[in-house]
């Protein structure tokens, strides 16, 4: 067991593997690891994810549009085996130079397009259809509650999905520091949803298509092992209204099955091609 006292030495190396659970792929460097090609399907949108939080912030939006009549929208979606290390091969590195999910790559004009990090990609495809991103005076709201979610995801998920849940040792410090932290986060959520509909405003945008795979989980019970009971997730009911509302969408529904691979097999879909590949699948 670490030491809780450790005192860091004044130059830090990477002597050991840490990072509990994906301490295996952990280093301190960038770039590929290993020469790797990208799968390629037929449309313009080629999406690589993994059906984390972050990851189907993609497929949701993707899923939205086609719902909302953007047939150029459509879709390959192809999943990445973070545990594995699959996003440190060259192929998603030359998409994505950060080695995260999801990446996006645009074949739709003269030149390819790559798009990396969950908030761009959102920014990227509602500016590119006219969706979900209001241009009126609302806009500032919804961009301020979208890059919200998007800074607050660390503390939630490296800081207290980590050391809650997948962190080799458990220590009272970081566990309490990052419990608060997401409660708090929670807490302004839950503020804005008692006098708003949505975090934006009136109407569904690209904030809450943010947002709600992280928040979400948690009101469910279905993400780091008893957390919704830990964080006493059941005390911000505006918070679950909003959550089950946006849960009931067909599109959502979707797209939160889309490159997710664990659980039963009627909530899995591994590739998607067409609107055909959910067919039989419990959505």
Known sequence: MAD????????????TENGGKFASINKPTAGAREDSELPVGNHDFQLYSLATPNGVKASIMLEELLEAGHKAAEYDAWTIDISSGAQFGSGFVDVN????????????????????????????????????????????????????????APFIGGGFGHFYAYAPEKYEYPINRYAMETKRLF?????????SQYLGGDDYTVA??????????????????????????????????????IAERPAVRRGRIVTKVWGDDDTQLRERHSAEDFDGKAI
């Open 97 to 152: 130079p950060n080695s995260k999910i999801p990446a996006l790559l645009d074949r739709s004009g003269a030149e390819p397009v790559r798009v990396f990090e969950s908030g761009a990609i959102l920014m990227y495809l509602a500016e590119k259809f006219g969706s979900f991103l209001p241009s009126d005076g609302s806009r500032p709201e919804v961009l301020s509650w979208l890059f919200w979610q998007i800074g607050s």
């Open 4 to 15: 809780p006292t450790y005192t860091p030495p004044a130059v830090w190396t990477n002597d």
């Open 208 to 245: 809450d298509i943010a947002a709600f795979p992280w928040m979400a989980p948690f009101v469910e019970g279905t993400i780091y092992n008893d957390a919704k009971t830990f964080l006493s997730i059941h005390e911000y009911e505006n918070v679950a209204r909003w959550a089950k509302t």
């Open 187 to 195: 807490d302004v959520a839950d503020r804005r949803l008692a006098e």
